[in-house]
């Protein structure tokens, strides 16, 4: 994008406010245009006082000049930046909205800090154009455009020095924008370096803790800002030198100016005052040209940027959903993969062909070694990836065809990481129902187990969890994503590994929930503990994105097959003893569920 196209695209972000921006504007155009009054107004002071006239008059007019230029410069400033924090405050939120709405898969691929700190890079140059837009930019080219002819007016042998000056500011940019380009793209890349190692270490500090690395982080981003600096010296050189060459063509051409001026009025063609006004004006050129190159280094600095910032916001857009993307609607809960395919780039992982039908109310166990495309195959469900072949259908409806909304409202999941926010226990159970009530979510932590831990602590349901959970156990948080699933009380429930973060006798307690919970629901569970999926209806054995086998538990145990040869490894089955079901230890009563939806009479119309 030339420097132009950015700018404009800069400005675009204000046309939701444009009325009060067109005012502030204008009022500042008015501002550039009534300065040129001043110098003016002080030659004509010194004529009278060179020729013994009346300077009261004169001096009463700059003074009023003077007043009225400040209290209206104060207030149009004050109305700008009132705009441009407000507008920026809003850019943020937007922009921030439309990004995490995107498929998660968008977000493996570009990286959460890199988004992150592409719009918060972006929300400051764009609030610094925006401001200074209102504030100078305009008027200064308006101011531009009547200095020249104003000057010319009053003496165009002295206009063409101002003209030299002109054409040299604009030389020097030039040049020093096209030195830097490169530079400038380079130093955007090595921020966005410095800024994911920061937050990357200071996600994971707890095992930078424990394996002693804080001295090599550190010493890592330190050789990041060296390359950063590195990188940024150069370009601050060619931009100082810029200063100094413009300084030095602004100090010539004033010495100049005096020398013509004097001889001018030595041979009496023009008068003291003149040349005085003539001074004036020429300061206010050079002051405007200064801003001019302050305007173009702004830009050029904001541009590398605000085209990161802009490829953000158009991927944001290509991947809106459809115009014509449905609700779902009332779920009984059936679900079918038909000849599902999907694959990551660069990789062979992924799963091939995946047919099968979970009818509503049924478990259904994916197991497999690590890597076979379990979770892969729910994230499908979920729309978190689009499958590249196949379809997914929920009671006969092509999830591609709904909205992303409407098809996770239908479904309820424990994932393996907790995924708790930084904020208090009843806030993370309460994702799961917005508008919950206190008892509604008392008595999904009573279902998960999770109450008893709960009430222990000194600020009960009101105890923050810390960030990601940390201030909790690792069996602590997967029963609040439990309790938080219950709350949900969707018509299908995916775990992924809900029970790995828990002692023996709490699982045996959560699997009591789990159950009772699993009940009209159509569930799907993921599993490396093989124990925790005898009770499913069915059982999909994947093997490098494959179904190897599928059937039932004691049909897959007695088959001999991949699945038999897991168990056998897991010491679940034995040649010479008759499989038997651990006993489990008696659980505490637990608060009653909701029960699941109930299913519409009729399937609805697929769409």
């Known amino acids: 994008m030339t420097l132009f196209q950015v700018y404009a695209r800069a400005l675009s972000y204000l046309s939701k406010n444009k009325w009060r921006v067109v005012a502030v504007v204008i009022a500042n155009v008015v501002l550039a245009v009534i300065t040129i009054a001043e110098p003016v107004l002080f030659g004509r002071i010194i004529d009278s006082i060179s020729s013994g006239g009346n300077v009261t008059n004169w001096l009463l007019a700059w003074a009023a000049f003077g007043v009225f230029n400040t209290v209206a410069y104060v207030l149009v400033a004050r109305e700008a930046d009132r705009l441009a924090h407000g507008r920026r405050a809003t850019l943020l939120t937007e922009a921030f909205g439309r990004i995490i709405s995107m ?246 992982q992924g799963v091939h062909n995946i047919s099968f039908l979970a009818k509503a109310g049924e478990t259904i166990a994916i197991v497999g070694p690590t890597g076979a495309g379990k979770t892969t195959l729910i994230n499908l469900l979920q729309r978190v990836y689009e499958p590249q072949e196949g379809q997914i259908l929920i009671d006969g409806t092509d999830v591609s065809t709904v909205t992303r909304k409407s098809l996770r409202n239908c479904i309820a999941t424990v994932f393996q990481d907790a995924g708790l926010l930084n904020r208090s226990i009843s806030d993370n159970i309460r994702l799961g129902r917005e508008g919950a009530t206190d008892d509604d979510v008392e008595r999904a932590a009573a279902a998960a187990a999770a109450a008893e831990f709960i009430e222990t602590r000194l600020n009960g349901y009101a105890t923050s969890v810390g960030e990601r959970g940390n201030r909790l156990s690792g069996g602590e948080r997967q029963r609040i994503a439990i309790a938080r699933a219950i709350l949900k009380n969707a018509p299908i429930l995916v775990l992924d590994e809900a029970t790995s973060a828990l002692d023996v006798e709490t699982e045996a307690r959560v699997k009591l929930a789990i159950d009772r919970l699993r009940e009209n629901r159509t569930t799907f569970i993921i599993a490396h503990r093989l124990s925790t999926v005898r009770d499913a209806n069915q059982v999909i054995f994947l093997e490098a994105g494959r179904i190897a086998e599928a059937g039932t538990y004691d049909e897959l145990s007695q088959r001999g097959g991949r699945f038999a040869a897991l168990l056998k490894t897991s010491g679940l089955l034995n040649d010479d003893e008759p499989e038997e079901k651990p006993a489990l230890p008696k659980p505490p009563k637990l608060a009653k569920l909701p029960k699941a939806p109930k299913p519409p009479k009729a399937l609805p119309t697929p769409s």
């Open 103 to 348: 498929p998660l898969a968008w977000h493996h691929q570009r990286g959460t800090s890199n988004a992150l700190h592409t719009l918060l890079r972006a929300s400051e140059s764009l609030f610094g154009l925006w401001l200074e837009f209102m504030r100078t930019h305009l008027a200064t080219a308006v101011a531009l455009v009547l200095l020249v002819p104003t000057a010319i007016s009053m003496d165009w042998r002295l206009s063409i020095v101002l003209m030299v000056l002109s054409v040299l500011y604009w030389f020097i940019g030039v040049m020093v924008m096209n030195r830097t380009k490169e530079g400038q793209a380079s130093v955007e890349g090595h921020y966005h370096t410095v800024f994911s190692h920061v937050s990357d270490s200071i996600s994971n500090v707890s095992v930078l803790h424990s394996y002693n690395r804080i001295e090599a982080e550190t010493l890592a981003l330190k050789n990041y800002t060296t390359n950063l600096l590195s990188a940024q010296y150069p370009v601050l050189d060619w931009w100082a030198l810029a200063g100094a060459l413009n300084r030095t063509a602004s100090t010539v051409s004033m010495g100049i100016i005096l020398v013509i001026g004097t001889l001018l009025v030595q041979k009496g063609e023009i008068r003291v005052g003149e040349v005085v006004a003539f001074i004036g004006f020429a300061n206010l050129l050079i002051g405007r040209l200064d801003l001019l190159r302050q305007f173009a280094t702004q830009i050029f600095e904001a541009r590398s940027k605000l085209e990161d910032f802009f490829v953000l916001e158009d991927s944001v857009e290509e991947r809106a959903e459809p115009a014509n993307a449905v609700d779902l609607g009332a779920v009984r809960g059936d679900v079918e993969f038909r000849n599902v395919t999907f694959g990551f780039s660069n990789t062979s």
